[in-house]
């Protein structure tokens, strides 16, 4: 007589266990997927290129650069030397950019902000500043639900090529919100004027 061993079928063992690792990965991605789109946005800003002209999403709604400008700030020569104290004063090897900024509250509730939460980024040859506006017409206030305010903002900084940004610290988001603002090229200074 002959014996004839049976051996156990394992395929459907092994494709029920394909089955669950497929899904349970599924479950995992979806599950990653659904954090990443909770996570604040400003955390993807810096993949993200926002520039002059775009509404900018933060916490409470929206933050705006309008538009830069360079403006003729007071010199030292202007004030024969009394420069103590004299606010918009830009010293020689200086230059002064304007930057008109627009905060709209989309929030339910009021918003209180400063001035203090935007910076400037300069970048010259390789080498990043970080100011702090030193003049403008855009005060720290409180603004109401649905209410928004314009004002722009002076930088004062060294009188050569920069790459530029505006920074945003929205108190509610980790991350910065950053502004491309583009190049700024000093102009060259004209001939000086003399009495003879």
Excluded: C
């Excluded at 030397?81 to 509250?105: C, M, Y």
């Excluded at 649905?146 to 002076?154: K, R, V």
């Amino acid at each position: 007589m002959v014996s004839v061993h049976a051996r156990p079928e394992l395929r459907p063992v092994r494709k029920g266990w394909l089955v669950v690792a497929t899904a349970s990965a599924a479950v995992v991605l979806g599950v990653l997927l659904s954090l990443r789109t909770l996570l604040p946005a400003a955390s993807y800003h810096k993949t993200t290129n926002f520039v002059i002209g775009d509404d900018v999403p933060t916490s409470f709604g929206v933050v705006a650069v309008e538009f830069v400008r360079t403006v003729d700030g007071v010199t030292h020569r202007a004030l024969a030397g009394a420069t103590h104290g004299v606010s918009g004063l830009v010293g020689d090897g200086k230059q002064q950019i304007q930057v008109a900024v627009a905060l709209t509250n989309r929030s339910k509730d009021p918003l209180t902000y400063s001035v203090r939460q935007f910076e400037l980024r300069a970048t010259s040859k390789g080498k990043a500043t970080v100011l702090l506006p030193t003049a403008g017409d855009l005060p720290d206030g409180r603004m109401l639900p649905d209410a928004g305010i314009e004002g722009h903002l002076d930088f004062t900084l060294p009188a050569a090529d920069a790459s530029m940004s505006l920074v945003f610290h929205d108190p509610d988001r980790r991350a910065p919100v950053v502004i491309d603002l583009g190049k700024i090229i000093p102009a060259t200074p004209g001939p000086a004027h003399t009495h003879g």
